[in-house]
């Protein structure tokens, strides 16, 4: 018979994995397959031109003006239409490699003509860098901008972020397997809600309205969430492990307090890892780190815990009996 801990520990992963495996993911392209299908939600869309799916990825050549590019047409846009326009937060995740640089170019637009939109473009022109924009018909754009634009030929990835409860439109960029790369643009949305956004067109490769030139590159996957990510789904995205976080699952719960517990040097041990526990990153487990990870535990959902996990007081209880056994050794 599985002890009370056991049945814990598999409740929570049960739990955990449930909601990775949803988690305010709405749609999803990841090309991996062969088509430009959704995975997730029923948003498939249609390639166009010289578009193709090969080798895990959107083939996009580029050059035209609407041309070569994957559409979402019929019940296809009005899913994705419901989804932009139905939520207070959405975030969008593209992984893209650029072979031409080109102004203005779109790795994906959503909108209707050239007052109402919202998309990621590479390079924007004037010496803009990298942005996000958002025009609902009123006020005009807003826009997040201004980062590096990322070379060609490299793999990157943006995670773009627009959240009424803020206020704000967020853009984070990076060369992709480099968190060391990332940089963060932020500008106020002045209030203006997704709700409002006309939505007859969406693209992945080129601009809605406008008259700019498809993007020549590839897409490895685009992702759609209804919510806005949180630091920690966008640490555990772009492969930055938070102290604490022991098995790199994105939270902070019993297990990681488990695996300090269990790896714990005193103040004099050395060559301590994230993994291990070593929260303060000097090179041991010590009691500073056991009590930082309590301080920062989160349980398995990721969001600030109130009250300790059941299974916490047990452990503390056990790390207090290897603290002073450790001591009087």
């Not at 994906?108 to 998309?119: H, K």
């Not at 932020?186 to 992945?204: C, K, P, Q, V």
Request: charged share 15%; net charge negative.
């Amino acid at each position: 018979m599985k002890s009370n801990q056991q049945l814990l520990a598999a409740g929570c992963a049960a739990a955990l994995a449930a909601g990775q495996a949803t988690g305010g993911l709405a749609h999803e392209w990841s090309f991996d397959n062969g088509t430009a299908n959704d995975s997730v939600g029923n948003a498939d869309l249609t390639l166009n031109g010289g578009a193709s799916v090969s080798g895990g990825r959107l083939n996009l050549p580029g050059g035209g003006v609407r041309v070569d590019n994957a559409e979402a047409t019929g019940g296809d846009l009005a899913e994705l239409a419901n989804t932009i326009n139905g939520t207070d937060a959405l975030s969008v995740v593209i992984r893209y490699r650029t072979n031409v640089a080109q102004n203005w170019s779109k790795t994906f637009m959503a909108g209707d003509g050239t007052s109402n939109y919202l998309d990621h473009t590479p390079q924007r022109g004037n010496g803009q860098g990298q942005g996000i924009t958002l025009n609902t018909g009123t006020g005009g754009e807003v826009q997040a901008s201004g980062l590096p634009v990322i070379g060609t030929g490299v793999d990157a990835m943006t995670i773009a972020i627009w959240d009424e409860g803020t206020d704000s439109l967020s853009l984070r960029a990076l060369e992709e397997g480099s968190p060391g790369t990332l940089q963060t643009a932020i500008n106020s949305m002045g209030g203006r809600d997704l709700a409002d956004l006309s939505i007859n067109e969406f693209y992945l490769g080129s601009a809605v309205g406008f008259g700019d030139q498809d993007f020549i590159g590839s897409l490895g996957s685009v992702q759609i969430y209804d919510h806005a990510l949180s630091q920690v789904e966008i640490n555990t995205l772009i492969g930055i492990q938070v102290p604490g976080d022991t098995d790199g699952d994105g939270d902070i719960d019993d297990d990681d307090l488990n695996a300090a517990l269990s790896s714990f040097t005193g103040p004099s041990g050395t060559g301590a890892t994230i993994a291990e526990g070593d929260f303060n990153e000097d090179g041991d487990v010590d009691v500073e780190d056991i009590m930082s990870i309590i301080a920062a535990h989160t349980g398995p959902s990721g969001a600030p815990a109130l009250v300790p996990e059941p299974a916490s007081a047990a452990l503390l209880f056990a790390g207090g009996l290897l603290l002073a056994r450790r001591r009087c050794s």
